[in-house]
């Protein structure tokens, strides 16, 4: 069983579209976070839930809408996709308290705006 | 931004030890020193975290400096597919809710 999945795996689209990638994880974890990786291979934190609670936005422009329907589900929603948007989006979650918070990565989702 | 650093790339031997060094210089007492790993289009992965007494998994082992102003993470036998980016990273855990990726290691496991 995998621990945290994200669907798509691809995703290729056109500019101005709005899309939206799907995360959950069976861990049974508090928090959970979507991570962009661009092309440079930066991974940058993007938002942090917990408990379906938004915990963390890291100036993330607006266009860009997490969605917790409960804390097993964090949904990233795109609007007007642009160009710069392209990279590798990943899903994370981890357990809260006590020093053995490791975290859990999904796969990724390969975004590709064109 | 990241508080570790760490060389760009290092390249190892096939089944000898890879030692990986980090700097985390402005460590404070509460945080603790956390390896991930990221193998080529996957997610990253967990290796192992420390306070600051040694500490050893099926996966590697981590040695922290009496200061705890530097670490290393040691994969006794490296393999190839060991090859991937190695990531030190310092957190505050449980207050901590972010993990904040640095520019890592990338590790070239040669054959």
């Known amino acids: 069983d995998t621990a945290v999945s994200q669907t798509p795996k691809y995703l290729v689209t056109q500019m101005g579209n709005d899309k939206s990638i799907k995360c959950e994880q069976n861990l049974g974890h508090d928090t959970m976070y979507w991570y962009k990786q661009d092309s440079k291979k930066f991974l940058k934190i993007m938002f942090s839930?917990?408990?379906?609670?938004?915990?963390i936005n890291e100036t993330v422009p607006n266009r860009f809408s997490p969605k917790s329907p409960d804390k097993a589900h964090l949904n990233l929603h795109i609007n007007s996709l642009e160009l710069g948007d392209s990279a590798v989006y990943f899903c994370?979650?981890?357990?809260?308290?006590?020093?053995?918070?490791?975290?859990?990565f999904g796969q990724g989702t390969r975004l590709t705006v064109v | 931004d990241a508080k570790t650093t760490q060389p760009p790339s290092m390249d190892c031997a096939e089944g000898r030890a890879a030692n990986l060094p980090c700097n985390h210089s402005t460590i404070s007492g509460n945080e603790y020193v956390y390896w991930y790993r990221q193998i080529h289009s996957q997610g990253p992965q967990y290796i192992i975290h420390?306070?600051?007494n040694n500490e050893t998994n099926e996966m590697a082992s981590l040695i922290i400096t009496e200061d705890r102003k530097s670490s290393t993470l040691i994969l006794p036998h490296a393999t190839l597919r060991d090859t991937a980016v190695y990531y030190c990273i310092v957190r505050v855990v449980p207050h901590d809710d972010k993990i904040i990726f640095g520019k890592g290691t990338r590790l070239h496991i040669l054959p």
């Open positions: 839930y917990n408990n379906k609670e938004l915990i």
């Open positions: 420390g306070l600051k």
């Open positions: 994370a979650s981890s357990q809260d308290g006590g020093p053995n918070t490791e975290a859990f």
